[in-house]
C-alpha cells in the first residue's frame, strides 16, 4: 500500500505545478485567455481530488485483497489443527481405550498441585491442555499439540519463565 501510494507522489507534485502563480497568471493573462484564478484553483483542487481517490480505491482494493488471503490462511491453519487434534485423539484412544477405564478429556485447564486452575501471574490468563487422559480420577497423561502435529507433555504447572 505504501509503495503504491509512493509511486503516485510524482504526480502530485506535477499537479502542484500547475497550481496558479505569478509566473503562469502573468502568462495566462498575455495569452489573452480570460481565466479566475478562483475557478482555475478549484479546477486544479478537482483534479487532484479525484486523482486521490482513485488512489484510495486502488489501496483499498489491495487491502481487501490481503485480507482475504489471511482469511483463508487462517481458516487453513483452524483447518490444520483441528486434523491435529483429531489424529491425536484416535491414537489416544488406541493407546488408552475406554474399556481399560481410561478417560481422555480435550481442552482441560492446566492446574496446580491442589487442583486449582493455573493461572499466568504476568498475564493472568489460564491455559488449556489438548487432551488429558486419566485414570481413576488421577492424571495419566496430559498432552499440548503444537504446530506440525508434535505433542508435547505437560507437568501439572510450569514455571512463568516458561511461556
Known amino acids: 500500500m505504501i509503495e503504491s501510494l509512493a509511486k503516485e507522489i510524482p504526480k502530485f507534485q506535477d499537479k502542484l505545478k500547475d497550481l496558479p502563480n505569478e509566473a503562469n497568471m502573468k502568462e495566462l493573462a498575455e495569452t489573452k485567455v480570460p481565466v479566475n484564478p478562483l475557478e482555475y484553483s478549484l479546477g486544479t483542487i478537482e483534479n487532484q481530488s479525484l486523482e486521490s481517490l482513485k488512489i ?17 490462511q487462517i481458516e487453513k491453519n483452524r483447518e490444520d489443527g ?5 489424529v491425536a485423539h484416535e491414537e489416544l484412544k488406541k493407546e488408552y481405550p475406554d474399556l481399560e477405564g481410561y ?9 496446580d498441585k491442589n487442583g486449582n ?5 504476568v498475564t493472568g490468563e489460564a491455559r ?9 480420577g488421577k492424571i495419566v ?7 506440525g502435529g508434535e505433542e508435547v507433555e505437560k507437568m501439572s504447572k510450569l514455571p512463568d519463565g516458561n511461556r
Open 141 to 147: 497423561k496430559s498432552i499440548c499439540l503444537v504446530r
Open 128 to 136: 488449556r491442555i489438548d487432551f488429558v487422559v486419566t485414570k481413576d
Open 117 to 121: 486452575i493455573f493461572k499466568d501471574t
Open 103 to 111: 478417560k481422555i478429556e480435550r481442552e482441560q485447564y492446566l492446574r
Open 82 to 86: 483441528k486434523n491435529r487434534e483429531d
Open 56 to 72: 484510495q480505491n486502488k489501496c483499498a482494493a489491495e487491502s481487501n485483497v490481503a485480507n482475504e488471503a489471511k482469511a483463508e
